[in-house]
């Protein structure tokens, strides 16, 4: 019976892998782990929620008077959300002023397009004090 011992670069005389070659390839491995890693924590922080309820803190109109976005908190989280132009809303949106200037909360069902979110529904919520 015939053995064929293969060596490959790095390899000690013995056939085993030197010690260089154990780092670099442990080196490699590690940070190919710590890509894989960083890949599966990014993509579930770029996650947007469906629905937010919260107050809203500020409100942006375009140059026209009509409003465009509002920031939404909920919690210690802030939320930039568009005003879908094209959505009927079921109301008058110069009701989200009155909101804004009472602290009166509302929900909003969220679309992601192309990491912004858009109103998809604004609702009235209950108030955190409502028995």
Request: charged share 25%; aromatic share 6%.
């Amino acid at each position: 019976m015939l053995f064929v011992n293969r060596r490959t670069k790095g390899d000690s005389e013995e056939g085993r892998p030197s010690s260089t070659a154990l780092r670099s390839r442990s080196v490699a491995l590690f940070l190919a782990l710590l890509l894989v890693l960083g890949q599966a924590c990014g993509s579930s922080g770029d996650q947007a929620p469906d629905r937010v309820t919260g107050l809203i803190t500020q409100i942006a109109r375009g140059a026209d008077g009509k409003m465009q976005r509002f920031t939404l908190r909920q919690g210690a989280e802030s939320f930039d959300i568009q005003i879908d132009s094209r959505r009927d809303y079921g109301f008058d949106l110069e009701h989200l002023e009155q909101h804004r200037i009472s602290d009166w909360p509302v929900t909003v069902r969220l679309e992601q397009r192309d990491g912004v979110l858009f109103a998809v529904e604004i609702l009235d919520a209950p108030s955190p004090t409502a028995g």
